[in-house]
T-cell receptor, first 111, second 116 residues
Framework: QKEVEQDPGPLSVPEGAIVSLNCTYS??????FMWYRQYSRKGPELLMY????GNKEDGRFTAQVDKSSKYISLFIRDSQPSDSATYLC???????????FGSGTRLSIRP | SAVISQKPSRDICQRGTSLTIQCQVD?????MFWYRQQPGQSLTLIAT?????????ESGFVIDKFPISRPNLTFSTLTVSNMSPEDSSIYLC?????????????FGSGTRLTVV
């Protein structure tokens, strides 16, 4: 079993739709959870991070962590064509001082 | 958050040669990381580079193939040695979060390597 699993997509939705991106993880000790956005030919850009369980909101983006289910989500409201990118979940393995990435979900927002 | 300058941004190299990628950070950081991202794939950690000690390599990566230098707290290099077409990838450096900033690891813009 991979430590972090992410639906690879691709995912295509119309502009204005709510997007839900999800990952599961295997180690209940993980506590820091991050979402990165990567545009084509660019490095990953940190979108949001959360610590432990709960929700965190930043504008149109909401990150959610459910530690009981080992499930993390990123919601994008009022999606825009500029949101078209690959989204990667990432989890910090503090015991090894490194982060583990999901496989990434390629998202396309249709105008 | 830290600002990372990585170069070259891209290169096309002949098989059997070596390429050194540089990563410069605008602040002092203890830990720097080197990743590989193959076409259409996620990021795979190659090694962790701490200043003043040997780099720690992940399973499947060896020092002879990917030697790393970390001469000070703001700079690191990764060399891809004796290249083959299978080494064609994007190589990215990353740094750990620094105190007081929005938590998260910052990445450089990457080096797109094509081996012919």
């Amino acid at each position: 079993q991979k430590e972090v699993e992410q639906d690879p997509g691709p995912l295509s939705v119309p502009e204005g739709a709510i997007v839900s991106l999800n990952c599961t993880y295997s180690n209940s000790a993980f506590q820091y959870f991050m979402w990165y956005r990567q545009y084509s030919r660019k490095g990953p850009e940190l979108l949001m991070y959360t610590y432990s369980s709960g929700n965190k909101e930043d504008g149109r983006f909401t990150a959610q962590v459910d530690k009981s289910s080992k499930y993390i989500s990123l919601f994008i409201r009022d999606s825009q064509p500029s949101d078209s990118a690959t989204y990667l979940c990432a989890i910090e393995d503090s015991s090894a001082s490194k982060i583990i990435f999901g496989s990434g979900t390629r998202l396309s927002i249709r105008p | 958050s830290a600002v990372i300058s990585q170069k070259p941004s891209r290169d096309i190299c002949q098989r059997g040669t070596s390429l050194t990628i540089q990563c410069q950070v605008d602040s002092q950081v203890t830990m720097m990381f080197w990743y590989r991202q193959q076409p259409g794939q996620s990021l795979t950690l190659i090694a962790t580079a701490n200043q003043g000690s040997e780099a720690t390599y992940e399973s499947g990566f060896v020092i002879d193939k990917f030697p790393i230098s970390r001469p000070n707290l703001t700079f690191s290099t990764l060399t891809v040695s004796n290249m083959s077409p299978e080494d064609s990838s994007i190589y990215l450096c990353s740094v750990e979060p620094t105190t007081g900033e929005n938590y998260g690891y910052t990445f450089g813009s990457g080096t797109r390597l094509t081996v012919v």
